[in-house]
């Protein structure tokens, strides 16, 4: 018979019908008479309660052989549940073992398992709840960013993954190369010969997909990235990973005010479609957050996840520029109290995440869109503000998160652009053909990149990124 997924099952199966599913023990309970089966196909967050006769031999052995873990292919009747919290379970009639797990070294037991463990096993995690709620909430805020951009007519842009730039000019690059590292061809002057390397020249993996993005956009008019990127900085936090994908929309005859626009609507976009679509899935993470909250003081606790999720909804983001905040900043009470790790003390520091919070979480109690940071803070591509001391950058900072996007207006100016890249010492050499589209036929534009992660983070109310990828890249870890 064929198998019916278990989300279907009990959303819409009849009662009487005869039905296969297949899928993995989650528990086995039994009783005297009847054993009962917690099967989850991953279809939903939801299990099928198989019922199994046990006065019956073949049964009997069978069950005496299925643990938590082990898979198993079930025929039989589908009827109204006496009492599982489901509407509907399954009689079984034919059990067949797919595959064991021997209890004594299947590491995923019927209980609570620390997240920090669950990462040690992230081959078996997708088999929890909290894994499986979290893949199918990704996979549905994927398809809905492609939906969001489809609908409005953007172009989906795949961008090189190998590149011989650094579009942050952080410096922060994987070098991607073929030669042997004990053994580089080398110049005359004891530096390594990368004209002699795979491509002829140096290159890395990319941490950003919008140089090239920016040429599709001065042709196209809008288009988006959705792309994995790297980026090779030591930061060890909750919030940092060496490999996550980011969303980068570029669009032409757009100033930044249509580029915060674009950007709060997007991420209001994606959060009503989480409303929308994933509510059994949220209210499971809802309630797995809650026990976590309740280990915390009163006061660090966060806002119930689907609260927060409407709060997003409802409210428009505040608009502030860089020198407003630092304004906020200095005269706030951390500050004040010296309670910040890093004190603000002068207009032209970067904000840390400490600063980007309080005055998301504290001050505003909502998303904020920083605008003008100084030009010394931001990349050498943001377009120039008459003042000479700012770019016309954006932020979006959301509670609990800090940074989900950063972007700007983007300098279309040739000679402009040229003094910067210049002045910044970046390889003019390596950039003609980001500058010709500026000496052929340039338009204002502008841009932005989400970290999908920083989004996910949010989404799920999780508290560690390295909790909403499956196989997550950090410093000393590689694993899987
Ligand atoms: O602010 P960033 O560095 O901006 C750019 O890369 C621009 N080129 C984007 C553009 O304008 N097209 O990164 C954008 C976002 C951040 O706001 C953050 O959400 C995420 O990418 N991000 C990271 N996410 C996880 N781990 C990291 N190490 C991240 N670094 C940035
Ligand atoms: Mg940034």
Same mark, same amino acid.
């Given at each position: 018979m064929k198998r019916t997924k278990i989300k279907q099952l009990l959303e819409s199966g009849d009662a009487g019908s005869k039905v296969t599913v297949k899928g993995w023990v989650r528990t086995k309970r039994g009783s005297k008479n009847v054993a009962f089966l917690a099967i989850n196909d991953g %279809?939903?967050?939801?299990?099928?309660?198989?019922?199994?006769?046990?006065?019956?031999?073949?049964?009997?052995?069978?069950?005496? =052989?299925i643990h938590t873990g082990a898979s198993i292919s079930i025929d039989g009747l589908l009827t109204e549940s006496q009492g599982s919290g489901q509407r509907v379970e399954l009689m079984a009639e034919n059990?067949?073992?797919?595959? +064991?797990?021997?209890?004594?070294?299947?590491?995923?037991?019927?209980?609570?398992?620390?997240?920090?463990?669950? *990462?040690?096993?992230?081959?078996?995690?997708?088999?929890?709840?909290?894994? %499986?709620?979290?893949?199918?909430? #990704?996979?549905?805020?994927?398809?809905?960013?492609?939906?969001?951009?489809?609908?409005?007519?953007?172009?989906n842009i795949h961008t090189p993954i190998i590149t011989g730039s650094d579009c942050e000019g952080a410096g922060e690059m994987f070098r991607v190369s073929v030669f042997d590292p004990k053994n580089p061809p080398l110049l005359e002057d004891g530096n390594v010969n990368w004209k002699e390397d795979f491509f002829g020249k140096e290159t890395n993996l990319t941490v950003s997909g919008q140089l090239e993005g920016e040429l599709a956009a001065l042709a196209l008019s809008e288009i988006y990235t959705f792309g994995p990127?790297?980026?090779?900085? !030591?930061?060890?936090? @909750? *919030?940092?990973?060496?490999?996550?994908?980011?969303? +980068?929309?570029?669009?032409a005859f757009y100033d930044i005010n249509d580029n915060m626009d674009l950007a709060e609507e997007m991420l209001k976009y994606l959060v009503?479609?989480?409303?929308?679509?994933?509510?059994?899935?949220?209210?499971?993470? @809802?309630? *797995?957050?809650?026990? +976590?909250?309740?280990?915390?003081?009163?006061?660090? *606790?966060?806002?119930?996840?689907?609260?927060?999720?409407?709060?997003?909804?409802? !409210?428009?983001?505040? #608009?502030?520029?860089?020198? +407003?905040?630092?304004?906020?900043?200095?005269? @706030?009470?951390?500050?004040?109290? =010296?309670?910040?790790q890093y004190p603000v003390e002068k207009w032209g520091t970067d904000l840390q995440s400490e600063h980007e919070r309080f005055l998301v979480e504290k001050h505003f109690k909502k998303p904020v869109i920083l605008t003008d940071y100084p030009k010394e803070i931001k990349a050498f591509y943001m377009k120039q503000n008459e003042d000479g001391k700012t770019v016309r950058a954006m932020d979006v900072l959301f509670p609990g998160i800090g940074e989900i996007i950063g972007g700007s207006q983007r300098e279309e100016n040739y000679e402009k652009l040229l003094n910067r890249i210049r002045e910044m010492h970046i390889p003019e050499k390596d950039m003609w053909w980001y500058l010709e589209t500026r000496k052929f036929g340039t338009v204002e534009h502008s841009g932005y990149g989400l970290g999908f992660e920083r989004l996910m983070l949010f989404v799920s109310g999780m508290g560690n990124i390295r909790d909403v990828i499956p196989f997550p890249r950090t410093p000393k870890n590689a694993e899987f």
């Open positions: %279809s939903t967050i939801n299990n099928i309660q198989v019922v199994v006769d046990v006065n019956n031999n073949e049964n009997e052995a069978l069950l005496a =052989k059990l067949i073992i797919l595959g +064991e797990a021997n209890p004594d070294e299947y590491p995923l037991q019927p209980k609570k398992h620390s997240l920090e463990f669950l *990462r040690e096993i992230a081959h078996l995690r997708f088999r929890t709840n909290t894994f %499986s709620a979290i893949t199918r909430l #990704r996979h549905s805020m994927i398809f809905a960013v492609h939906k969001f951009f489809n609908d409005k007519g953007f172009l990127t790297f980026r090779a900085e !030591n930061s060890n936090t @909750s *919030r940092h990973l060496a490999e996550f994908w980011m969303i +980068e929309p570029e669009m009503k479609y989480a409303l929308e679509n994933c509510m059994e899935d949220l209210q499971f993470l @809802s309630k *797995r957050q809650q026990e +976590e909250e309740s280990q915390k003081p009163q006061d660090q *606790r966060s806002m119930e996840l689907i609260e927060k999720l409407k709060f997003v909804l409802d !409210n428009d983001f505040a #608009r502030i520029s860089y020198t +407003e905040a630092i304004d906020i900043l200095m005269k @706030s009470k951390p500050n004040q109290k =010296k309670q910040f």
